[in-house]
Structures are given as structure tokens and as C-alpha cells.
């Protein structure tokens, strides 16, 4: 072998050119200090209330986004359904520990739930591509929408909110509690919580990029056919991603709805859906890392404008983040492709 190796041409095999790219780097030295990072700025400055409170939406949205990235980012879905999937992990769980169920166990029926509906979906939809996709599931996004908010023995709405929602319970350690427990104190525990969750995800993301899954999905997502050809199996691939992506997003819903204490549907509404995929855009479709600055700009972005209390042909400027969103896309899309 060592003959082989210094023959002219041959080139010398080192330990760097033994690696496959996917291998390279060192992803979870990034990992350590991105957290790290995150714990020094949520506890160094002096967060009002509200500002916690935004924080955590922050790391929620990016995990929602990070479920969308696996179905659109690498798999090629062009999929409005992220937040339908949210919502059924929400009140799915909610409605399980309302019948009495734990927690940790109500959070994965909500996501089995969804998981299967994504399944059932992805499957009949597999034929569809591109803009036929995306209406196929703004479609399913109004029916899971319309079904939930309709069925009241289900949802448990009062009013216009879902009732009785459990708080966020690990091993007889509540996360919130609504009536002894300071705003502050919640929003801290919810931190620690939903950044366990973002780190899980995370770690799937780092661990599908050194797998063959990724490359079989890039291929499928690039050359649908030529994958197929050569023994790619698309189907599987589709379905396995769009599942993953919506468990994903289903909990992520959970987190919310639990860690809220309660939740309107219209907060997961197409809007959200559509908000979801200005986050991937913006932050980098081809980056795990993406949906993080992605749902920095949009929940920060409100704020920052309520702040500087300006005005703009007779409104605030904050009324008009709805166009800065759109904008902001679109400059996206045509000079950073």
C-alpha cells in the first residue's frame, strides 16, 4: 500500500484527504460555543419582562425553522404547512394531559400525531412538486386549521383560547406556574427548556449532514430523475424528510402551547406559515445554522421598530414590518440567491 501511495501521480493520502467533506470541520466545537453564546447574552443584559419573553419565541421560532429546513432546505418542499404541524402538536399534547397523561408523554403523541398526518400527506402528495406542492399544502394548512378550531371537545377552547393546558412538568420540576411563580423566574425556566430543545435539533441537523441521508436528498431535491436513476429511493427520501420536518415543527408547537399556558389559532395561522419561510430564506435555505439569524430578524424586528417610536406618512413605523419582511425577502432572493 505504501508503494501504491508514492507512485507518480498517485498523490500522498493524508489524514485531512481521508475524511469525506461531510466529516470535516468541527461541528460540535461550534455547537458548544453557539450555546455558550446564547446563555451570555440571555443572562448578561438587564431583560425587561418582555424582552425574555421575545427571547424565547426567538429559540422556539428557530427551532420551528430548523424543522422546516429539512423539508424544504435540503429536501426541496416547497411547503406552507410548518405551521399547521405546530398546531397539531400543540393541541394535541394539550388535549393528552387534559385526559390525564404526563407531560414528556403527551409531547410525543402530539408529535406521533402529526407524524402521521405529515406521512399520509407526503405520501399522496409525492407526485407533486414545486408551486402544486405549495398549494397542496396551504390546503392541508386551512383544513388541520379549521378542523382544530371547529372541534371544541378536542381543542378544549374557552372563549377564544384553548383551556387547561398543563404547564411544562419534567420529573415533578414545573417549568412555569402561573399563579406563585414570578415572570421573570418562567421565562428563565423556559429558556433552559427550549434550549435543550434547539440543541437536540441542532445535533439531528449536524448528524443527518454526515450521514448519506443529506446527499440522497440534495440529489433528489437537484435531479429528481438522474437520483432515481441511479438507485436514490425519492419516495422514501420525500416522505422521511417531510416527516421529519413536521415532527419538528409539532414540537415545537408543544413547547409553545405549554409554555405559554395557552394558545389561539390564529397564532398558527398561514401567516405564521408564510413567516416561517421568510425566516429560512432570510437566514440561509442551505444552512442549519440559518434558521437562527432567520428568526432573529423577524421577532426581533418588531420590537427594534416599536422602540424607536418613529412615524412614516402619519403611522408608526412598526405598522409597516409587514413590508419590511417582504422587502427584505426580495432583495434576499435576487442578489443572494
Not at 405559554?260 to 444552512?287: N, R, T, Y
Not at 439569524?293 to 418613529?310: E, N, S
Not at 409587514?322 to 434576499?332: K, N, R
Amino acid at each position: 500500500m505504501t508503494e501504491m501511495l508514492q507512485k507518480p501521480g498517485a498523490g500522498v493520502r493524508t489524514r485531512l484527504s481521508a475524511r469525506p467533506p461531510a466529516m470535516r470541520g468541527y461541528p460540535y466545537a461550534w455547537l458548544a460555543v453557539f450555546v455558550a453564546f446564547m446563555v451570555a447574552l440571555f443572562f448578561i443584559p438587564r431583560w425587561g419582562d418582555d424582552q425574555l419573553l421575545i427571547f424565547n419565541l426567538w429559540i422556539l421560532y428557530t427551532v420551528m425553522v430548523i424543522g422546516f429546513y429539512f423539508v424544504f432546505g435540503v429536501s426541496g418542499q416547497f411547503a406552507f404547512s410548518q405551521a399547521a404541524f405546530a398546531m397539531v402538536g400543540g393541541y394535541t399534547s394539550a388535549w393528552a394531559t387534559r385526559e390525564g397523561w404526563t407531560w414528556l408523554l403527551a409531547v410525543a403523541f402530539g408529535i406521533f400525531v402529526a407524524g402521521v398526518i405529515a406521512a399520509g400527506f407526503a405520501y399522496i402528495a409525492r407526485k407533486a412538486n414545486l408551486f402544486f406542492l405549495a398549494i397542496a399544502t396551504l390546503a392541508l394548512s386551512a383544513v388541520i386549521t379549521e378542523v382544530i378550531s371547529q372541534w371544541a371537545g378536542f381543542s378544549g377552547v374557552v372563549g377564544a383560547e384553548i383551556g387547561g393546558v398543563a404547564p411544562i412538568e419534567l420529573f415533578g420540576w414545573k417549568a412555569t406556574d402561573v399563579t406563585t411563580m414570578p415572570v421573570t423566574t418562567q421565562q428563565t425556566h423556559l429558556f433552559w427548556v427550549f434550549m435543550v430543545a434547539l440543541v437536540a435539533v441542532l445535533l439531528i441537523g449536524i448528524w443527518m449532514a454526515r450521514s448519506p441521508s443529506k446527499r440522497e436528498a440534495i440529489a433528489m431535491r437537484d435531479q429528481a430523475v438522474v437520483a432515481a436513476t441511479v438507485g436514490v429511493p425519492t419516495t422514501r427520501v420525500r416522505v422521511t424528510m417531510f416527516v421529519l420536518g413536521s415532527a419538528i415543527g409539532a414540537f415545537a408547537g408543544s413547547l409553545y402551547v405549554h409554555g405559554h399556558g395557552f394558545a389561539q389559532p390564529q397564532e398558527f395561522s398561514i401567516e405564521l406559515g408564510l413567516g416561517i419561510f421568510v425566516m429560512l430564506i432570510v437566514g440561509g435555505i442551505d444552512s442549519l445554522w440559518g434558521p437562527v439569524l432567520g428568526a432573529a430578524f423577524y421577532v426581533w424586528l418588531p420590537h427594534i421598530l416599536t422602540r424607536l417610536d418613529l412615524n412614516v406618512f402619519g403611522h408608526s413605523i412598526d405598522q409597516y414590518n409587514q413590508i419590511i419582511y417582504g422587502a427584505v425577502l426580495l432583495i434576499t432572493m435576487v442578489f443572494f440567491p
